[in-house]
């Protein structure tokens, strides 16, 4: 049973973030989650799921023979058999990332993960959850994401980036809340502070909307 995790889904879309966003990659998303973000998409990942061992979950992923895997939730470092499965996927030799919140501590993954540390802005409602140790393991293939609903989001982000030097320890991405905060404005404001960061969009929503399995 210390092997086995609680799965709420595994299927194979486009990425639809990050660095490898726009690649045919398989997702695992894991049950369960500490936290209550306000515009959380995958709420459904909160209970339930299926108890699977890490045997069965790589069958699975073979399956579709890809060359990215993404580990996600819910909150995947909540369930610990998440790190030998992260080991396991990287030691079959895919390209593994992972989607943290950041509110647990990062230092035992699989240092071939890419780590991709979503830390909370206040808009989120969780902002009291991040755990700023975690920004000390980062490598330059990890990514810190910030999720922004609005200007206090961005100014917050924005602040955060400088004081702990994040663009020079790795990618950072600045994604606006779905259906919230134009992409545009955001884009914007990247521009008018000439701030070294990425803007990210949700490519899968751009394509198939706000469904499950995509």
């Known amino acids: 049973m210390g092997q086995?995790?609680?799965?709420?889904?595994?299927?194979?879309?486009?990425?639809?973030?990050?660095?490898?966003?726009?690649?045919?990659?398989?997702?695992?998303?894991?049950?369960?989650?500490?936290?209550?973000?306000?515009?959380?998409?995958?709420?459904?990942a909160f209970h339930g799921g299926q108890r699977r061992s890490l045997d069965d979950i790589?069958?699975?992923?073979?399956?579709?023979?890809?060359?990215?895997?993404?580990?996600?939730?819910?909150?995947?470092?909540?369930?610990?058999?998440?790190l030998p499965l992260l080991t396991s996927l990287c030691d079959r030799g895919y390209e593994v990332s992972l989607e943290t919140s950041g509110a647990l501590p990062v230092q035992g993954v699989d240092r071939r993960v890419s780590v991709v540390l979503d830390l909370k802005t206040?808009?989120?409602?969780?902002?009291?959850?991040?755990?700023?140790?975690?920004?000390?393991?980062?490598?330059?293939?990890?990514?810190?994401?910030?999720?922004?609903?609005?200007?206090?989001?961005?100014?917050?982000?924005?602040?955060?980036?400088?004081?702990?030097?994040?663009?020079?320890?790795?990618?950072?991405?600045?994604?606006?809340v779905y259906g919230e905060l134009p992409a545009q404005q955001l884009a914007d404001w990247i521009l008018r502070d000439r701030m070294a960061v990425r803007l990210q969009v949700q490519l899968h929503k751009i394509l198939w909307g706000d469904v499950r399995g995509r």
Not at 37 to 43: I, M, Q
Not at 58 to 82: D, M, N
Not at 138 to 145: E, N
Request: proline fraction near 6%; hydrophobic fraction near 35%.
């Open 4 to 44: 086995d995790l609680r799965v709420t889904e595994i299927f194979y879309s486009l990425q639809g973030e990050a660095r490898t966003v726009g690649w045919p990659t398989v997702f695992v998303r894991l049950t369960g989650c500490p936290l209550r973000c306000r515009y959380c998409d995958t709420a459904y």
């Open 58 to 82: 790589i069958k699975e992923v073979h399956a579709y023979s890809p060359r990215f895997v993404t580990v996600t939730g819910g909150e995947p470092l909540a369930q610990p058999a998440a």
């Open 122 to 176: 206040p808009g989120s409602g969780e902002v009291e959850r991040n755990l700023y140790s975690n920004l000390d393991h980062l490598r330059a293939h990890d990514q810190v994401k910030f999720v922004i609903t609005h200007a206090e989001d961005y100014d917050w982000a924005r602040a955060i980036t400088d004081q702990y030097e994040l663009t020079g320890k790795c990618d950072v991405l600045f994604s606006p």
